[in-house]
């Protein structure tokens, strides 16, 4: 299993809230999407663990994206991804890209957006 977490700052001279889960897909160095499945989790043992996360300027808030690194009915390491993350904050129109290696077993676990530079809440269910 892989995590890797993600950070947003508000960069803006305003105040901002985010809350909920963001959305991430893959894309190929053409612009073209690339087929990937993602499911939510969430942190704790309920919904009430989704929280608003109010950023003052220069604040920040992180999720996490898992995934498996070994593909146990071909009993082989997953491939690693070769194409741009493309993540759009939750309630936005605008997506970040940047490139990320990471294994590839056809399912991204996504957390919710928590407050900090850094998620250190393990995952306990899929919503």
Do not use: H
Not at 2 to 9: G, I, N, Q, R
Not at 73 to 88: F, H, K, M
Not at 97 to 125: E, M, N, Q
């Amino acid at each position: 299993m892989f995590t890797v977490t993600f950070t947003f700052t508000n960069a803006s001279g305003r105040a901002c809230d985010l809350t909920g889960w963001p959305t991430v897909g893959l894309e190929a160095a053409s612009g073209k999407p690339v087929a990937l499945r993602t499911e939510r989790v969430i942190q704790g043992l309920s919904l009430s663990s989704v929280r608003l996360v109010a950023l003052a300027p220069g604040g920040a808030a992180s999720f996490d994206i898992y995934g498996a690194d070994f593909d146990t009915g071909a009993d082989r390491a997953c491939p690693t991804t070769t194409s741009l993350i493309v993540v759009t904050p939750p309630n936005s129109r605008i997506a970040f890209r940047t490139p990320l290696r990471v294994p590839d077993c056809g399912l991204f676990f996504v957390a919710p957006i928590i407050g900090g530079r850094s998620d250190r809440l393990a995952w306990s269910k899929i919503v």
